[in-house]
Nanobody, 119 residues
Framework: QVQLTESGGGSVQAGGSLRLSCATS??????MAWFRQAPGKERERVAC??????IVYADSVKGRFTISQDTAKNLYLQMNSLKLEDTATYYC????????????????WGQGTQVTVTS
């Protein structure tokens, strides 16, 4: 069982930046991703790092968000030039070992951290 714990959410003005962190208990290579869900909207995958190191971004965040991972497998999301529409609960998620961004289900989830962008 993989444990994921997000932190770093908060309230920021439009145009500002936030950095989300996801602490993980895993030690093997998995695909890991950030998802977000706003009230009344479907969950959206924002960014993903595969077990093969492939990185995939949603079109809505390309050029503004950067996903990264440290040697302990903890996951990060640097969010710059934030927009009102980035307001959502952000979740860290992981596949089982050797997962890929394009083809593997995300089965482990954190509790989420709220990001609110204000005008």
């Amino acid at each position: 069982q993989v444990q994921l714990t997000e932190s770093g959410g908060g309230s920021v003005q439009a145009g500002g930046s936030l950095r989300l962190s996801c602490a993980t208990s895993q030690y093997r290579r998995y695909a890991m991703a950030w998802f977000r869900q706003a009230p009344g909207k479907e969950r959206e995958r924002v960014a993903c790092i595969g077990s093969d190191a492939e990185i995939v971004y949603a079109d809505s965040v390309k050029g503004r968000f950067t996903i990264s991972q440290d040697t302990a497998k903890n996951l990060y999301l640097q969010m710059n030039s934030l927009k009102l529409e980035d307001t959502a609960t952000y979740y860290c998620a992981s596949t089982r070992p050797a997962g890929y961004c394009g083809s593997t289900a995300f089965v482990f989830w954190g509790q989420g951290t709220q990001v609110t962008v204000t005008s």
